[in-house]
């Protein structure tokens, strides 16, 4: 069991969004940890909490794994494909494999969310020029941003 305190979680170090990186995005890896292959000991899922500043925004980005957010705090928006969810707490949201999305602060206190991913998986990708250019005119394609924050470094 891993008891939750005012800042976060016992014996759970509150990491940076990407190593180096000061874009107002906090991680908490709450069980489990990425893997290379599945026979390697530990959970075969990893649960995690980010939290994003006001302003601040999640990577735009797509991936092989989906996975499940669930919003705990806060309100933002949801970009999925090229669709926009308002979202708020205990609201769900699933992301499909190859889905671009993007999660948004749109409030004035901190936004954070559950992310519930296999720890056996694919590394982020950005989107590509097509994708960018087909999400033009579309409610994502409006509020998305695309690069705010780079893709981790393979470990």
């Not at 992310?115 to 989107?127: G, L, S, T």
């Amino acid at each position: 069991m891993i008891s939750a305190t005012p800042a976060g979680w016992d014996g759970v170090e509150v990491e940076g969004y990407r190593p180096g990186a000061a874009v107002g995005v906090v991680r908490h890896t709450i069980l489990g940890g990425r893997k290379n292959e599945p026979s390697e000991p530990g959970p075969r899922m990893e649960l995690r909490y980010f939290e994003l500043e006001p302003g601040a925004v999640s990577r735009f980005e797509k991936h092989e794994h989906e996975h499940y957010v669930i919003i705990r705090r806060g309100e933002g928006y949801a970009i999925v494909g090229d669709a926009v969810y308002a979202v708020a707490p205990n609201d769900v949201v699933y992301v499909a494999p190859f889905e671009l999305h993007q999660f948004l602060n749109r409030g004035a206190e901190p936004f954070g969310f559950y992310c519930i991913v296999d720890a056996c998986r694919d590394y982020p990708q950005e989107p590509s020029d097509e994708e960018l250019a087909r999400l033009k005119g579309t409610p994502a394609g409006a509020l998305a941003k695309p690069f705010a924050v780079p893709l981790p470094a393979k470990r």
